[in-house]
């Protein structure tokens, strides 16, 4: 399971209790590493405390530079910039430390493909820290790390699995092992669990020692050559220091190339909590169209096919004083491109249009889902910056190995009329009411289709990606 603190349901349960007791509460809410005990003072000033607005932390994370925060994806993919907040050098949660520094996020990174792996993430401070950041690990580096080796993780989690009274205000701090890869490999794969190349595993054999709920995002690092080198992120594990079930961290040599994308600009923001997803709220949500155009686009490949486009249309009001000029236009996101761009650094007329088109090429990767952003910069006093997202499901990918069925279209709704998707026969059969065919099997129809048409919402197509998933680890922290 997951080793995130959800301050969300902190903030419910403070709203129906007493001040006093919401306090005793949260000091109950302040977990700590299991198996270690309280890091010396003013050692770590690059570890970071993710927190809500009301200043509640549920996540560890570190400053990898001035203005970067590295953490873990699964502790802010239901989380927005706005709504939270990093405090760095944070020693002792229940007062300000000397020198600690608290910063506004703008912006939060997502990794494209994160689900059962890429469990990364970056947070785009609002202004430059003076801390100094850690070092983060590279491929070379981690080739000349042998298993055994001594490592450390930091954090503010549990001191027993489950046990939310074993509370600690400071920050704890336990030495582990680098696991053997290949064993973790193997004692994860008995539960199913795939341990890949993008993670790194850390414990005891006989376990005691391990990071644990709360420490989620923070560092697993070592201590080289006089210097600090972080090599992994707090992600999950089969409960907390477990026998033969080590902790398991994201491998950050995996991600230099990534990160250096993100920070670049060419990774697509992450938009915060999507409408019917998530908590089931989205107050930062536009779901309204602006200058015509749409808070989102859906642009689906049928199998078969290696590219799908369609054509957006910006409208400047004939209400609108003086001329509507887009200064520039971003796209980001793999297998996304503009082209008959009519637009861009055009001069449209209140009452005029112009036009372009978005088409989404099936990368070599052949990925099932693919996500991407597209940014209007204008002239127009109340849209400056308008923001469409852009999301891609390609058929092919959704295979009988995946056990998709037109079931699954008929439980998202999305039967209209426009596209055809290639999917397995009913599992209840249209031929036979006991679901099997004709000849009493239950073998795929291969002439079965299902008839899906026009935008499909961004919900649905997540739907899409994730049912073929539904049996996915279920020992997540």
């Not at 670049?264 to 536009?286: I, L, M, Y």
Request: aromatic share 6%; net charge negative.
């Amino acid at each position: 399971m997951k080793k995130t603190l959800l301050f969300g349901a902190l903030a419910l349960a403070q709203a129906s209790i007493p001040a006093q007791a919401a306090d005793t509460w949260l000091n109950a809410r302040e977990h700590r590493i299991i198996g270690g005990g309280a890091a010396p003072t003013a050692t770590y000033p690059w570890m970071v405390s993710v927190k809500g607005k009301d200043g509640g932390h549920f996540c560890g994370a570190s400053l990898i530079d001035t203005q970067w925060v590295l953490t873990a994806a699964h502790c802010v993919e239901e989380e927005s910039a706005a709504g939270i907040q990093v405090t760095i050098a944070e020693y002792d949660q229940s007062k300000a430390d000397d020198g600690e520094q608290t910063l506004d996020v703008s912006a939060i990174y997502l990794h494209q493909q994160y689900g059962d792996d890429h469990d990364i993430a970056l947070l785009k401070l609002s202004t430059v820290s003076d801390k100094t950041p850690v070092a983060l690990a590279d491929s070379t580096f981690m080739a000349n790390l042998a298993s055994g080796a001594e490592l450390t993780t930091i954090g503010w989690g549990l001191t027993k699995d489950g046990d939310n009274s074993s509370a600690a205000t400071v920050l704890q701090q336990v030495n582990v092992p680098l696991y053997d890869q290949a064993q973790c490999k193997t004692n994860y794969g008995t539960l199913n669990i795939a341990i890949t190349d993008n993670m790194v595993c850390a414990g005891l054999e006989a376990g005691g020692k391990d990071s644990c709920q709360g420490d989620s995002g923070g560092p697993l690092f070592v201590r080289s050559g006089g210097s600090m080198v972080q090599l992994g992120i707090t992600s999950f594990g089969e409960a907390c220091a477990k026998a033969k079930f080590p902790g398991v961290y994201t491998r950050v040599a995996a991600y230099s190339d990534w990160i250096i994308k993100a920070k670049n600009g060419e990774v697509p923001a992450h938009q915060g909590p999507k409408p019917g997803g998530g908590n089931g709220s989205c107050d930062d949500c536009n779901e309204e169209a602006v200058l015509g155009l749409p808070p989102y686009l859906d642009l689906y490949l049928a199998a078969g096919e290696t590219q799908a486009t369609d054509t957006l249309t910006l409208t400047n009001p004939a209400t609108a004083s003086a001329n509507l000029m887009v200064s520039e236009m971003t796209l980001v996101g793999d297998g996304f491109t503009l082209s008959d761009n009519g637009c861009e650094n055009q001069a449209v007329e209140p009452g005029k249009d112009c036009r372009f088109k978005v088409t989404y090429k099936n990368p070599a990767s052949n990925a099932t889902y693919a996500e991407g952003e597209l940014t209007l910069a204008t002239n127009h006093s109340q849209h400056s910056r308008i923001v469409v997202e852009l999301f891609a499901l390609n058929g092919d990918a959704f295979d009988e190995g995946d056990g998709v069925t037109c079931a699954i279209f008929d439980d998202l709704n999305i039967r209209q009329q426009g596209l055809t998707l290639d999917c397995e026969d009913q599992p209840d059969g249209d031929n036979n009411s006991d679901g099997s065919d004709a000849d009493g099997s239950d073998e795929k129809d291969p002439d079965a289709t299902i008839t899906v048409a026009g935008a499909l919402n961004p919900w649905m197509l997540l739907g899409l990606m994730l049912l073929p998933l539904a049996g996915r680890r279920n020992a997540q922290y």
